[in-house]
């Protein structure tokens, strides 16, 4: 079966590092390159994270692209307090990794998204786990990439739960909703993998200390990072049972869509004043046939976390 070729959107923090991992581990993924976004920390911080994170997990060979540093609507961007208390100060738990021995490339991640687009087509599946603006800007540089990738499977939004940035809107929508607005407007055929799904599937300190025992430098490299998650969950009182998996939720649902179940609909976000990052369904468009967007709404929680963790083990041991 030919590998499914992927891209990863990273503003990495801790569950992007989860994400990534994931996706290195996946025996159907072929990952063909990462996006870096600002979002859980500063764009370059962002960058490098992944490139420590590629280094530690051997797929050297991986390159990593930086996206735009901001918002399609602001010209800065600065790290909210929030981020850094629930990713630490360095956007992986504050654990020090080797400075990687690679530098990102010199192409700009919107640039490598259309070419990309234009080489793989459907075959391509694109992983957004941050905010939308460097789709957002593919899109507008080449509108034709619509037509063309095979699946955006996007961690972000909520449809039938309250937002946790204000009631209506989660993070990464909430940082740049216009462009999550033309993603999800576009015709892309797009999954929403939100905080319906993702505030369900639970990690606990049980898991962190299997990848402890592996005895290996990733597999503590990572339980420390994800112990300083499950910890900030704890104490700002997020939830009190372990870490929301969010965004490896998200590449699991890429691969294997029967972990969720969805409604299709035709979607929106609003980006005006009131209610701003909502995600919420196209009035507009209710009757229209195909709609391009399936909101995950529920999840088989026990058997994604067992696969998770099947994936998370056999990579962590090697390294």
């Not at 990273?10 to 994931?22: F, R």
């Not at 990687?100 to 786990?129: N, Q």
């Amino acid at each position: 079966m030919a590998k499914k070729k992927m891209i990863l959107d990273l503003d990495t923090g801790v569950d992007d590092a989860l994400a990534l991992a994931y996706a290195v581990a996946d025996p159907e993924v072929d990952l063909i390159g990462i996006v870096a976004s600002y979002g859980n920390n500063l764009l370059d911080v962002c960058a490098e994270n992944s490139l420590k994170l590629l280094e530690l997990l051997g797929q050297t060979d991986v390159p990593v692209y930086k996206g735009l540093p901001h918002s399609s609507t602001t010209d800065s961007f600065e790290v909210m307090q929030v981020s850094k208390d629930i990713h630490g100060n360095n956007g992986i738990g504050d654990v020090e990794l080797p400075t990687p021995k690679r530098a990102v490339e010199a192409e700009s991640g919107v640039d490598f998204y259309i070419e990309a687009a234009h080489k793989y087509g459907k075959d391509l599946i694109i992983i957004p786990t941050g905010p939308m603006t460097n789709l957002a800007a593919a899109l507008e540089k080449d509108p034709e990439i619509a037509h063309l990738i095979g699946n955006v499977t996007f961690m972000g939004g909520a449809l039938t739960v309250e937002g946790n940035v204000t009631d209506v809107a989660e993070a990464n929508i909430n940082q740049d909703a216009k462009a999550a607005n033309t993603v999800l407007q576009s015709d892309l055929p797009l999954t929403m993998v939100g905080l319906d799904v993702t505030l369900r599937t639970l990690l606990t300190k049980k898991e962190t200390q299997q990848w402890r025992d592996l005895g290996t430098k990733a597999g503590k490299a990572y339980a420390d990072i994800t112990d300083f998650y499950i910890d900030a969950y704890y104490n700002l009182d997020i939830d009190k049972n372990g870490c929301a998996l969010h965004d490896p939720l998200a590449v699991g649902v890429s691969i294997d869509p029967t972990f969720v179940q969805t409604i299709s609909l035709f979607m929106k976000v609003n980006y005006e004043e009131h209610n701003y990052g909502r995600t919420i369904g196209d009035n507009s468009r209710l009757n229209d046939p195909n709609p391009n967007v399936k909101v995950a709404v529920n999840v088989d929680k026990e058997r994604y976390l067992k696969v998770f963790m099947e994936r998370l083990n056999s990579v962590l041991k090697e390294h």
